[in-house]
């Protein structure tokens, strides 16, 4: 683009889109009340939020007794944890397989609004993750490397060095096969390096696989990048 449009732009590597969940049971109560242009803005929850399984996206579930918050607040609880769970946990990747559950509530006739049962909601979430355990997730990919048999050293060893973890190995139509699941973050730049170990002779191929938990260091690595740690 700079050479051919002469467009000025900022070159880095791309974005790793991280997300954030719990790795364990939490709960937390949220409370608001704030008075605004001479209106009381009240709302009150307590909120437990439990692991779902890999991909398991969001889900919600009152456990309310049968009228004791109208219907409306109930949905802005609701709302106010999924806006809550896009900025974050620990370093503000979107949340994602949390099942969130609405114990316990209060009601006032005169004060509560929508949006302070949003607001309590959110307060709820924070806290209630912070205490559950929370993980980020990164993006794995399934990567298929073909390469003559005598790389295949090398670029097992590389793939073990960008934390991949070997699946099967193979061969096909007289060159080796090697699968592996690696993350996104370690593969920028893998094509011209495994030219470089092959002397041009290998090619792979990666598709998205999952999102898997991180160990702590790389965790604490993330945040450092991300200023939510700093050195």
Same mark, same amino acid.
């Not at 709302?79 to 974050?88: D, F, H, P």
């Given at each position: 683009?700079?050479?051919?449009?002469?467009?000025?732009?900022?070159?880095?590597?791309?974005?790793?889109?991280?997300?954030?969940?719990?790795?364990?049971?939490?709960?937390?109560?949220?409370?608001?009340?704030?008075?605004?242009?001479?209106?009381?803005?009240?709302?009150?929850?307590?909120?437990?939020?439990?692991?779902?399984?890999?991909?398991?996206?969001?889900?919600?579930?009152?456990?309310?007794?049968?009228?004791?918050?109208?219907?409306?607040?109930?949905?802005?609880?609701?709302?106010?944890?999924?806006?809550?769970?896009?900025?974050?946990?620990?370093?503000?990747?979107?949340?994602?397989?949390?099942?969130?559950?609405?114990?316990?509530?209060?009601?006032?006739?005169?004060?509560?609004?929508?949006?302070?049962?949003?607001?309590?909601?959110?307060?709820?979430?924070?806290?209630?993750? /912070?205490?559950?355990?929370?993980?980020?997730?990164?993006?794995?990919?399934?990567?298929?490397?073909?390469?003559?048999?005598?790389?295949?050293?090398?670029?097992?060893?590389?793939?073990?060095?960008?934390?991949?973890?070997?699946?099967?190995?193979?061969?096909?139509?007289?060159?080796?096969?090697?699968?592996?699941?690696?993350?996104?973050?370690?593969?920028?730049?893998?094509?011209?390096?495994?030219?470089?170990?092959?002397?041009?002779?290998?090619?792979?191929?990666?598709?998205?696989?999952?999102?898997?938990?991180?160990?702590?260091?790389?965790?604490?690595?993330? /945040?450092?990048?991300?200023?939510?740690?700093?050195?």
């Amino acid at each position: 683009m700079k050479r051919e449009f002469k467009v000025d732009g900022n070159v880095g590597n791309p974005q790793v889109a991280y997300k954030e969940t719990v790795g364990s049971v939490g709960r937390a109560e949220g409370r608001f009340f704030r008075q605004a242009a001479g209106k009381n803005q009240f709302g009150h929850c307590v909120v437990e939020l439990q692991p779902l399984k890999k991909g398991g996206g969001y889900l919600f579930e009152s456990r309310l007794p049968q009228g004791l918050l109208p219907k409306e607040f109930v949905a802005a609880i609701d709302k106010g944890i999924q806006e809550a769970m896009l900025g974050g946990i620990q370093v503000g990747y979107p949340a994602t397989d949390i099942k969130a559950i609405l114990l316990d509530s209060a009601f006032s006739e005169s004060e509560s609004t929508e949006v302070g049962y949003k607001i309590a909601a959110s307060i709820a979430f924070r806290d209630a993750a /912070k205490s559950g355990g929370p993980l980020i997730l990164e993006p794995v990919m399934s990567c298929e490397v073909a390469c003559p048999d005598e790389y295949m050293g090398s670029v097992i060893a590389d793939l073990n060095a960008r934390r991949g973890k070997i699946l099967s190995l193979g061969s096909r139509q007289g060159v080796q096969v090697i699968k592996a699941e690696v993350p996104l973050s370690t593969m920028f730049g893998y094509s011209t390096a495994l030219r470089s170990s092959s002397q041009g002779r290998a090619t792979f191929s990666m598709e998205f696989a999952s999102y898997e938990p991180v160990s702590a260091q790389i965790a604490e690595e993330i /945040k450092i990048r991300a200023g939510v740690i700093l050195r």
